[in-house]
């Protein structure tokens, strides 16, 4: 079965989130994760997807969210507030694209809770306004901590999340490498993989309260890119795991674990094949699209420099004017082109391409989801108000 019949475009939650899991593991390919930062990087993602017909996940990481914020905003909770900025206007434009979107938050360290904590009381306020969480899923990454307390947090937090159907992803082994101020690039190499054990022991303790879940199990995982040879990575590992589970639970499924790929930057293609087989659903991306954001601007600066050094004057004439070149449109351009470009090639490492023909037509309002009870014009809030409502409420008991 196709998965446009499975699954409509836009932000997808819930059953359909489910559905396009199942779908990416019973047909063999992994969905792009990128990390965003801006509208223009979100824009650029989405994009490629388009392009490439491909399901797309979106992430923001607490960084992000306080640069989403505004740099120059100090309050406690920035990440958060520009968490469901972010993550508002993917809704507001998201179906527009014309292909299933996820709409996730990255690692989240046990000293970054508070931000984890301003997202769920803004999914929860979403999901009382509209039947379905403001984000499909979140990440917690507790592997820094002991197994046992990384696995009871993270039930903790699943309970409260099962009752919206918000997907959990957790961690467990760590990914080495520094990213987002967490840096483990001194870490044991011993604990860059993770045992059959390890996985089986969180899968056990969360499927108890539900199904939606996935596990970042570590197989030499760095964050950042190295040169070949830098970074061993073990993907055949991931396979034992699947083994393993499949043998405890005498499973039908060949793969009965929702697996990620975290620190798959610089990764051979034959590395990523091999995960893939073995039950990654997903992949994360964000240093070779941070580069290729990055190169757009630089070779469009290089061919233009001349044209770049004053408002007027360049290589045509003294008076005259350099507008069409420094507009910011216009190079900003030209760096999501670039990165819509490596978006692509991911989905084509990964399988994804080709998966999900783009729909057509556009839908029309509402924007950010259908109210539980009639809709009325009235709700079909802006993003920038539908923020405000979220956020005051949210932070307002802090």
């Known amino acids: 079965m196709s998965l446009a019949s499975l699954v409509p475009p836009g932000v997808v939650t819930g059953d359909n989130l489910l559905k396009l899991m199942e779908h990416a593991r019973t047909n063999g390919y992994a969905i792009p994760a990128v990390n965003c930062t801006s509208s223009s990087t979100i824009n650029a993602v989405l994009e490629a997807a388009r392009k490439y017909n491909s399901p797309i996940m979106i992430q923001v990481s607490n960084g992000g969210g306080a640069f989403y914020c505004g740099k120059s905003i100090k309050d406690k909770n920035n990440a958060a507030i520009g968490s469901v900025a972010l993550a508002m206007h993917v809704r507001s434009v998201a179906k527009f694209y014309g292909v299933p979107v996820v709409l996730h938050s990255d690692h989240c360290a046990k000293k970054l809770l508070p931000w984890f904590d301003g ?177 757009g601007l630089r070779a469009f600066e290089k061919e233009k420099r001349d044209y770049l050094q004053g408002q007027i004057g360049n290589p045509t004439g003294a008076d005259k004017p350099n507008k069409k070149f420094y507009d910011p449109r216009v190079w900003i351009r030209k760096a999501e082109e670039s990165m819509a470009a490596r978006v692509g090639t991911s989905c084509e490492k990964l399988g994804s391409l080709g998966t999900y023909p783009a729909a057509e037509s556009c839908p029309t309002v509402p924007y950010f989801g259908e109210t539980k009870k009639s809709p009325s014009p009235l709700l079909f809030l802006s993003a920038g108000a539908l923020v405000g409502v979220i956020t005051m409420k949210v932070f307002s008991k802090k």
């Open 119 to 295: 997202m769920l009381e803004a999914d929860e306020e979403y999901f009382e306004k509209f039947g379905e969480p403001l984000f499909s899923s979140h990440m917690l990454d507790l592997s820094e901590e002991p197994d046992e307390e990384n696995i009871a947090i993270c039930v903790e937090y699943f309970k409260r999340m099962a009752k919206m159907k918000i997907w959990l992803e957790m961690e467990i082994g760590i990914t080495g490498g520094e990213e987002d101020g967490v840096n483990n690039e001194d870490v044991d190499p011993e604990k860059l993989y993770t045992t059959p054990e390890q996985v089986y022991s969180v899968y056990d303790a969360l499927s108890k309260i539900g199904d939606m879940f996935s596990i970042a199990a570590a197989f030499g995982n760095v964050h950042g890119v190295y040169k070949p040879g830098n970074v061993k990575l073990s993907p055949e590992k991931l396979g034992k795991h699947q083994e393993y589970a499949k043998a405890k639970l005498n499973s039908p499924l060949p793969k009965p674990i929702f697996l990620v790929m975290h620190g798959g930057s610089g990764s051979t293609d034959e590395e990523i094949k091999l995960a893939v087989s073995n039950g990654v659903i997903k992949m994360n991306i964000d240093t070779d699209t941070q580069w290729a954001y990055w190169d």
